[in-house]
């Protein structure tokens, strides 16, 4: 990516001013070797596990910083914030600690752990309101109120504060590298507006230029891509929200100058493959990631070829992941790894006719796991809902031979997302 030639918005003197506050105040997360990962990529991968900070996310550090840099006088007023979870957690923990009031917007469609977890933090402290659909709608309705109740916004990524409290993670990083005698070749890092790629990447061009910086967005709202193709910040029209901590549809004027200095590479993963990385580091590691704290490591696959052989860091950036996901999670995994299929089907409404499809249509090693059908009185066909798991991802193709056999006109869900979410 080309460097502007502008002055920087934020310094890595910045970034460790930031550090000496931050120090005696959270936790200096480690930096772990992943041997599965390391396998399996044919690289040595790190994670830098942010995930267990106190709130379980790096939005501490940006929170902390960007509070402790108010005056008294703003802070007896109260602060207020926008967020889908994270930050939330972040400013109330603060909050609670350093007795200041905060209000708290968050989308509506954040996950309920989330926004228990905001009380739990910020205790009496906090007064959380669920507005809009996005975050950007909530960001909105925390800005009138601001302004209304003259009190001040805590930005959770568009605020060199904020930034500077994120790039605490690279000090970090380099620290327990230097003294592990390790070369950093790769730094993966999640984009949701930008905040802790800023921090992060400006830290590092700082003191290891030749660490490349790879930003890591989900491809349904990869507002930081649309902001590089147009050449500043352009707002999206519609958002995937499954990655709820980077479901953010406008990426920010300060995180998009600064991540076009320092990102050597932008990468989108489909939501699909987030869950896949999610099953994958719990099943294989015992971590719970949330999807947007699982997008570094879903950058691996992307970048395969040429981190072979190298050193790469993954910053794991949170684990708040609400356990009534993980059904929807495995679900849209096993649709990713091409096991998992939705079809309607037209069945001949008489005895024996779900005989016939089992034996003529499934493979010896399917599974059915969804069945529906009602019987239509006088018809000689009838719709039938059905989901087949492959034994084998690699037979779909004769599977759908043999369907097109038996109802040449069926439908294939997978390929129809709005029947897809209505009926299944």
């Known amino acids: 990516m080309a460097v502007t030639d502008s002055e920087p918005v934020l310094t890595q003197s910045d970034v460790e ?34 995930d267990l900070q106190e709130v379980r996310s790096f939005k501490i550090r940006g929170a902390y910083y960007a509070i402790s840099q108010t005056t008294p006088a703003e802070r007896k007023r109260g602060v207020v914030c926008a967020s889908a979870g994270n930050h939330a957690q972040g400013v109330a923990w603060t909050c ?21 977890q905001v009380q739990f933090f910020g205790g009496d402290d906090v007064t959380i309101k669920l507005t809009g659909d996005t ?33 605490t993670i690279a000090t970090e990083i380099f620290a ?23 921090g992060i990447s400006t830290y590092t061009k700082g003191v290891s230029p030749a660490t490349k910086v790879v930003g890591v967005e989900p491809s349904g709202a990869a507002s930081m891509a649309a902001a590089f193709k147009q050449g500043q910040p352009v707002t999206l029209d519609k958002i995937e929200t499954f990655v709820d901590g980077a479901a953010v549809k406008t990426a920010g004027d300060l995180t998009y100058q600064t991540a076009k200095r320092n990102i050597d590479q932008l990468v989108q993963v489909p939501e699909d493959a987030v869950c896949q990385t999610i099953l994958d580091l719990y099943t294989k590691e015992a971590i719970v990631a949330e999807p947007a704290g699982a997008l570094s490591v879903g950058a691996l696959e992307n970048i395969r070829d040429e981190i072979k052989g190298k050193t790469v860091v993954c910053v794991i950036s949170g684990g708040n992941n609400d356990i009534n996901r993980m059904q929807e999670i495995e679900e849209r995994a096993l649709i990713y790894g091409g096991v998992q299929h939705y079809f309607i089907v037209d069945f001949p409404q008489r005895p024996g006719a779900l005989r016939e499809f089992t034996n003529e249509v499934l493979g010896p090693d399917d599974d059915i796991t969804k ?17 087949v798991l492959l034994g084998d991802r690699n037979t779909y193709p004769a599977l759908i031979e043999r369907m097109t056999k038996f109802d040449p006109h069926f439908i294939n869900l997978v ?8 009926l299944v």
């Open 17 to 50: 001013k930031a550090s000496e506050v931050l120090a005696p105040i959270i936790r200096h997360t480690p930096l772990q070797h992943d041997v599965y990962l390391s396998q399996r990529y044919n690289c040595q991968v790190y994670l830098k596990r942010e």
């Open 415 to 422: 390929d129809n997302q709005m029947l897809y979410t209505m």
């Open 135 to 167: 975050f950007d709608a909530s960001a909105s309705a925390a800005t009138e109120f601001c302004e209304r109740e003259n009190q001040t916004f805590i930005a959770p990524f568009d605020n060199v504060n904020t930034m500077a409290g994120q790039g």
């Open 176 to 198: 327990d590298a230097q003294d592990s005698d390790i070369d950093v070749d790769y730094i993966t890092v999640a984009i949701g507006g930008g905040g802790l790629i800023s």
């Open 96 to 116: 609670h600690h350093m007795g200041v009031h905060a209000t708290i917007f968050m989308p509506t469609t954040t996950p309920k752990q989330k926004v228990t």
């Open 371 to 387: 069945f529906e059908y009602t019987k239509k009185v006088n018809r000689g066909q009838g719709p039938v809902l059905i989901g």
